[in-house]
């Protein structure tokens, strides 16, 4: 931990995450779109003075360990190094209890595994045959295999876990939790046999699993099987060669996605380095927010079939949600592959002439349906209608809804009527799963933001406690958070938010750190600020008042003894509610 202090001390927040997200400056904090959930208004903010950050959309919110940790989906100590390194500290993790992580233990098996592979394959007669079909079938040249370290796994189905147990000296459950064996019997086995393999690097550089394809078009089983869940590889959460295409893919500020491996490394050959392939049958919401943060637009060159075109419509949601501008790519072949080594100049051309994706969907649907029938109207724009109400910018929908009124030769006005017909059932579901917020909680954090974020808390919280005598918090830490002020204020003669954050409990700084960032009203002066944190205290006064009427009339339903106690408890509401309608 003193590590993680030493960086914690040496790295700006804002500097830093503003490398991943925009940052726009808001008073004396930084305001963005929150990477975590869907959002339009920015609700992200960080904090230059206390080094934090705090989404009030999602609540999530941290230091830079936590942004880092929950950005890339890493442990702690992957973080740290990867801040430790940024900060120029050497972070050592010998004898520490993060020497012994398991996803290190993964990656480093996974790292030892690709070069066992890739040694089998150039290097070893096991591999011949993969070797020759690579190079003479598939045009592969030494360069490309070492780039994208192509492997083989041999016919026998123990090897590498005989390499990694005898020679490496790492447990079968080791390999097991790898995803490397599995266990028949007594017998550890090779999860890939007699495969070509494809190392899956993630885009810090991990080898996170692999992808095997079947030698020849005889061989037994799935063409392609891929490294199965573990605890660094998800199938739905990664493309092959990202690490190889970020920088590119940064420099052009677009992404090109294709379905296989071959795909990407024939793109690759003709100096078309911003691709990358899927590893599935269409493109999810962990990948789409992966793509975010390396470009603003993904072009879709998956093959025409029917598959294609349908993971094509199933990747939409996710890319929109994200913000991405989306095309396709038309290849001139089944697949980008073969389009390329057929003609790399017209495979080229095409990636030039990429169509918007809902142009590109128009144009097909109109063109294979009778748009001058009424079925094949409605054939086309129940397809149709479902991609473009997807659409997040409102101007744009309107442009591709008059394009399909052009299209079918029908109104605008009616299409935008089935739209909303369409769309109504999802809204309602929307509508139905919002949470109403409790007031008092809002209050309760609201004061907390007023007293923590004014020039002198400790006044603010006195006069607040004057008021709040004997009140129970809803949100036991604002409670907690604020039963500290006088303590830590009599400890520290130089008493400040600093010295209050450092001493907190830890359990009491997620909400600490969400009312610091709390963005407040604009107040003339401080003297403002003072008389809404006493009229927000008499508010939540009347609240604890009207609790305590409740709970004696239910303790004395049938006495009247305490009814001197409810009225004074009655009149003292009174009195408050006259207060704040006066003020």
Known sequence: ?????????????????????????MGRNFTTICPFHSE?????????????????????GGDAFTFLMEYENLEFIEALRILGKKAGIEIKTYGTPFSSSKKELIY??????????????TKHSAGKEALEYLVKHRKLTDKLIKTFNIGFAPFRGEDLSNYLINKKKF????????????????????????????????????????????????????????T??????HKGGMFFGLNLAKDEIKKQGSTIVMEGEFDVISAYKEGITNVVALKG????????????????????????????????????????????????????????????????SAFKKAIKNDIEIYDFFISKLTSENDINSASGKKAVTDELLPLISMIQNEIVKEHYLKKLSREVNTSYESLLRQLDRKTEGKN?????????????????????????????????????KEILINYEFLVPSIGKILSEFLILSKKFKQFDIKNLSKNLA??????????????????????????????????????????????????????????????????????IVSQIASA
């Open 281 to 344: 049958t269409a493109l999810t919401e962990p990948q789409a927010l992966l793509l975010s943060r390396f470009a603003p637009k993904t072009a879709l060159c998956l093959d025409q079939d029917s598959a294609g075109i349908l993971a094509m419509k199933r990747s939409i949601p996710f890319l929109e949600k994200r913000g991405l501008m989306v095309s396709v790519i038309v290849p001139s072949g089944k697949d980008p592959d073969e389009a390329i080594k057929k003609n790399p």
């Open 1 to 25: 931990m003193d590590q993680a202090s030493r960086v914690r001390e040496k790295i700006d927040i804002v500097g830093f995450i503003s490398e991943y997200l925009p940052l726009k400056k």
């Open 108 to 121: 480093s098996l996974n790292k030892l595994a690709a070069e066992y592979y890739n040694f089998v394959l």
């Open 506 to 575: 830890k359990e009491l700084l997620p909400v600490f750190d969400k009312c610091f960032l709390m963005l407040l009203p604009k107040f003339e002066n401080a003297e403002k600020v003072s008389e809404e944190a006493i009229k927000v205290s008499k508010e939540l006064r009347v609240f604890f008042l009207k609790n305590r009427i409740r709970e004696i009339s239910e303790t004395f339903k049938n006495t009247k003894k305490n009814d001197w106690e409810i009225k004074k408890l009655r009149e003292e509401i009174s009195a």
């Open 228 to 233: 199965k869940d573990t605890l660094v590889y």
């Open 171 to 226: 447990s079968k459950n080791d390999l097991i939790e790898a995803g490397l064996s599995f266990q028949r019997e007594n017998r550890v086995i090779d999860f890939f046999r007699g495969r070509i393999i494809f190392p899956l690097i993630d885009h810090r550089g991990n080898v996170a699993g692999f992808s095997g394809r079947t030698l020849t078009e005889k061989d037994f089983g799935p063409k392609y099987i891929n």
């Open 40 to 60: 339009n208004t920015p609700s992200f903010v960080v904090s230059p003075e206390r080094q934090i950050w705090h989404c009030f959309g999602c609540g999530k």
């Open 428 to 464: 309602e579901k929307v509508f139905q799963k919002l949470k109403k917020l409790d007031r008092r909680e809002m209050l309760e954090e609201y004061l907390l933001a007023l007293i923590i974020q004014s020039k002198n808390p400790k006044d603010e919280y006195l006069k607040s």
